[in-house]
Each structure stands twice: as C-alpha cells, then as structure tokens.
C-alpha cells in the first residue's frame, strides 16, 4: 500500500478556531525531505498544499492538498478525521505541534494501517 505513504505528504483544512490552528500556521518540511507543504487560513479552514515533491513517482504532485476536519484535544493535539481528495480516501487523523515541529499521524482501515511523519518548520 505504497500510495498510503503519498497521502501523508500532504495536510490540509482544519476546522478548529484560527487561534487554535495558527501554530500550524506556515511552511513545513517532512523529515525524509521528500515534500513541502503550507498550512494556511483558507476560506473557514485552514489548508495545507504541496509547495514542492521530490519523488512524483508515487503519485503525489504539487497543489494536491488533504482536507481535515479537527478538534483540539486537551493534551494540545489536534484529531479528527481527514479526507485526501486526490483519490478520495477518508482516515483518521492526528497532528502534534511543538516549537517549530510537527507530528501527523493518519490511520486507515480502522487503525489498522497507520504512518506517523516528522515534520520541521521552513526555515
């Protein structure tokens, strides 16, 4: 289930308040330097959209985007549910922001298949 990797590349729009999404706010780079994303306002939400991919050969290009739809929890986190619009596939979803880093983790199948991605913020 190689294309599962791909759907991690990028994030997406969150419904949260804008004050509990703006530390997610900015220009990411995943950890094996393979994607950059942008978390932005868009609309109510807050979107994330491939700025560049390194490896296109999986399937994944610039401007794909993953919509999702989360809530702050207690710890800090954000989870929900997320929606990859590319090729319409719906998972669970959490994202864990530090200074300047960021921790997403989708799931499918239940829980069943999940892939954590370590993000680092743009310098």
Do not use: H, Q
Not at 46 to 52: P, Q, S
């Amino acid at each position: 289930m190689t294309s599962f990797r791909n759907i991690l590349v990028v994030a997406g729009a969150i419904t949260a308040s804008t004050a509990d999404a703006a530390e997610l706010d900015g220009v990411w780079l995943r950890d094996d330097g393979n994607a950059r994303v942008r978390i932005a306002p868009c609309g109510d939400k807050v979107c994330a959209t491939n700025l560049w991919i390194g490896d296109a050969s999986k399937g994944e290009a610039v401007g794909d985007k993953l919509v999702m739809t989360l809530s702050r929890e207690a710890d800090g986190s954000f989870s929900g549910t997320a929606w990859d619009a590319k090729r319409d596939w719906r998972y669970s979803m959490t994202i864990r922001a530090t200074e300047g880093a960021l921790t997403t983790r989708g799931c499918l199948l239940g829980g069943l298949l999940c892939r954590d991605v370590n993000w680092k913020a743009a310098e």
